[in-house]
């Protein structure tokens, strides 16, 4: 049930937050070569909040925190006070990483940033990318960007954000190999990260069908045309049933999530959205129709799922499963089921808000219960180093199942 006492704080926040970036809320200095200037906003609301700020000036032993960091705490504690895990503040370097990885595509030179347990960045460069051709060899050691040494402890927002940058501007890096320092030069370009990965698995069997295997590892802008790709791939290679793999999704685009859906059905809702009417205040559905015009409607079906299948992945299964569409196989679902809007700020910095909740067509609540798999399977310990996959089997037995019996 949406919360309106907390949307109007959402409300406040995002007017404040215009507030916060022009004027300035609280008690704020500008500190100039021999003198010390003082801006105070009295607005009866942020009074309080002026002079707590005072005495801390006044009084603290330590060094007081920069405008902008003080403005994003101040941010992640009104927040705070909502109690919803989901609305968050989101500061501009992940921001950007974060609207890269949405849109499926930035600048950069090619390569997964992966910390180690020493806390080193190990660099693995992607095929023909411009890191690869310039000599950048898997599991080189980042040591310096720029000529500015990447510490020990680095997170991956802060090394991948020094990093990307401007199709066609040149990013220098130093890297550790065998304990010698490498030095490249490397021309940044446009990098595309594909969200959708397939391939035919064949049939063991003059008996049995062969098996389009689509993994989605998230919902982008692009995933939607990759999914129309796939199918249309594994229909010419033979394929005659589709196995959907959405283990570790945790989620992206709504778009996207009814785009994908809507390959594997013929016609009724993907989902329900209960939101606010800002008219009135009143609680509203919204339906969200399958759109016309799927590549793969009647074919056997079946969706990989696990713990971390998560918000868009969830919808996709639990569209497909109401409509009796597609088994679920696996484990039990992350369920988040909640849609926030994501609002960008003057500096690059974004606020989260929450502002619907979503259900399955059958109007199954989702968030904090996730989905309850039609085939539980596991995977047992050790499962990924011996190159053996449970679960995937498990789904696959279920296709053949389903496939034999429309004969």
Known sequence: MFNFRRFGLIVMLLVWSGLLFGAGWLARSRLVPGAATQVTIHAPEYRLLDEAWSRVRE??????PSDTVRNYGAIRGMLGTLNDRWTIFVEPQPRAI????????????????????????????????????AGVQAGDILIAVDGVTV???????????????????????????????I??????????????????????????????????????????SEVKQAIAELRDNGSQAYLIDLRDNSGG????????????????????????????????????????????????LSVLVNANTASAAEIVAGALQDHGRARLVGEKTYGKGSVQLLFDLSDGSSVHVTTARWLTPNAREIDGVGLEPDIEAHRAEGETQRGIDSQLERALADLRAQSAATR
Do not use: C
């Not at 401007?166 to 320092?181: A, F, K």
């Not at 809702?269 to 590549?295: A, Y």
């Open 183 to 224: 030095d490249f030069s490397i021309t940044r370009a446009l990098i595309e990260i594909p969200s959708v990965d397939w391939r035919v698995i064949t049939a063991t069997t003059t008996s049995e069908p062969a098996i389009g295997y689509i993994s989605i590892r998230q919902f982008t802008e692009r995933t939607g």
């Open 59 to 64: 009084s603290f032993i330590g060094e007081v």
């Open 98 to 133: 974060e609207r890269d990885h949405l849109r499926g595509r930035f600048g950069g030179i090619g390569v997964d940033i992966r910390i180690d347990d020493q806390g080193r960045i190990v660099l693995t460069p992607h095929r023909n990318s411009p890191a690869e051709k």
């Open 253 to 300: 685009l709504l778009a996207s999530a009814v785009e994908v859906a809507s390959q594997f059905l013929s016609s009724g809702n993907v989902l329900i959205e209960r939101k606010r009417n800002r008219s009135d205040g009143s609680e509203i559905t919204v339906t969200h129709p399958v759109i016309s015009g799927g590549l793969a409607m009647r074919q056997p």
């Open 151 to 181: 510490t020990d402890g680095a997170t991956f927002e802060e090394v991948a954000g020094r990093v990307r940058g401007e199709v066609g501007t040149i990013v220098r890096i130093t890297v550790s190999r065998d304990g010698q320092p």
